[in-house]
């Protein structure tokens, strides 16, 4: 852009200072837009790096519910509506709220994990504020509403918890600068722990069990320290890389439940050289071996089977299956319910990404829970990014059918010749309630108990203060 002064006027002695002047401002604007560009930018990429979004939504507007053996913690509007969000928020409440789980009018459940985002760094809180506040309001709560009994619905209590568990934690350190870098993701932003990690009574995390593994909203996050069986030990770095950055490897394992949420919202989202830094530290957790994991997890890499299929060969093989005379129960179950999308002898389509049966990680693991939600339950289209629907099949089959087809996919499909779910083990998942820990159980009920005990007392006392007066109106 050429300024030229007009010429009419061009007599003025100040001219040419003007115009230096104004290409100064101009050039100081766009700098400072360019500044702010560049920081909102990166507040995007941390939000990303920090899953907000897999609980808050990608609207911000809220509404995720944290099942908690206590009762349902609903995420709120974080948009930057003044009325319903948080437009009022300086960048130091937004620090407030990370750090402490304070936020200017309440205290905040630890369902929102700040015991991680605790270590989030002041450059990321800056950059994350200026990005919030630079989208738009969303003008209305979520639809529902925390629902807690007492006395957990009062929050001040939640000052134990932080007192209790907002210490210093006893992390894995490093000292090189990508193991730093994949440990801040880890431990902070990405907040794996707040989902793998086993948690106490009172659901603090134990650090001495790091990601070795727990159960979260009835799915099993699983172990992913270096234990070569239930841990992350048969995984390549390549395998860890993919699944992070889609949710799926190597076509033996795919995320199905509140991993795919994260994947889709938060991890797919991140540079390769943060998904290598986060694998790489991964690599470094020492080993915790759990559970009842006897293979494998995932087979070695010279061990996977290339799935083979060509165009029209699942129809021909249905047709063929369907038509067979002498099926088994569980046969004939697969054959109706799962086969067009996952082949007759389990080799899927991943062209299509139906997923391969056959090794897949799903019917490996000796902890079916997992298995037994994506059979009732379903995958949503679109959980992960492009993967078509997996229907549920809690309406359509009984439990005992489900069972069945569980034991014939992980005894044909996946290595496993001894599975014996029973219907019990299938509604068991399906009407999963956590149990609220006995601890917290005795908390409430102390709780209740001294609520009625000063009942009791304030009765006294009423009772006490009303003689007395009785008392001295007779006398006077
Ligand atoms: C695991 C789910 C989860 C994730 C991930 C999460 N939050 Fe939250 N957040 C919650 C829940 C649940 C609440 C409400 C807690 C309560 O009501 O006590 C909340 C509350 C908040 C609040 C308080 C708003 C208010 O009501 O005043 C802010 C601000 C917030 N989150 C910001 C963030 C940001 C920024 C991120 C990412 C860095 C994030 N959250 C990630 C679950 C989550
Ligand atoms: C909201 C809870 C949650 C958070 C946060 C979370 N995960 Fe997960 N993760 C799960 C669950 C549940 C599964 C089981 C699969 C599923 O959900 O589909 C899982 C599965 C995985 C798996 C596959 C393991 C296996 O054996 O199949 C890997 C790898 C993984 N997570 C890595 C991570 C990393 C790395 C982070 C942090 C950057 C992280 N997760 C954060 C809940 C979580
Ligand atoms: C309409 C197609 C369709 C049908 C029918 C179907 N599936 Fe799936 N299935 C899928 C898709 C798509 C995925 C991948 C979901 C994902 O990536 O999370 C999947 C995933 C799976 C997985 C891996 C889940 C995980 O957590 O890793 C298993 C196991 C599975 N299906 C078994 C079955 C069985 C058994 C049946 C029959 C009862 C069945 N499916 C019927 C489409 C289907």
Redesign the pocket.
Known sequence: MAIKAEPGRSTSKAAPFQIATTITALTLASATLAENTELIDQGEYVARAS?CM?CHQEDLSGGYEVETPMGTIVASNISPSHQYGIGGYDRDDLANVLRRGVSPDRRLYPAMPYASYRGMSDADIDALHAWLQNQEPVEEAPEQDTDLPFPFNISTGVIGWNWMFLGERDLPLADDPVLQRGAY??NHL???G???TPRNDFFGMQDDQYLAGEM?DG??????TADPESG?GS?SDQD?ID??RTGQAGNV?Q????????VRHG?SHLEDDDLAA?TAY?RTIPAIATGVQDIP?LPSQSERLDPAHSYGQVREEIVAVLTSANLSEPEQLYARHCAACHGVTGQGQPQAYYPPLVQN?ALRRADAN?LLQVLLHGVPAGKLERVPAMPGFAGELSADQIAKLANYTRSTFGSRPDSALTAADVTRVLTHEDEMPAPLRTLQVLAWVGVAALIVVVGVMIWWIARRRKTKLQEG
């Open positions: 899953g897999s993701l880890v990405g907040h794996c707040e989902c793998h979260i799915w099993l996050a699983p172990n992913l992350l995984w860890i699944y992070l394992v995320a199905a439940g509140p991993m795919a949420d994260f991890t986060i991964l997890l990680a997992n």
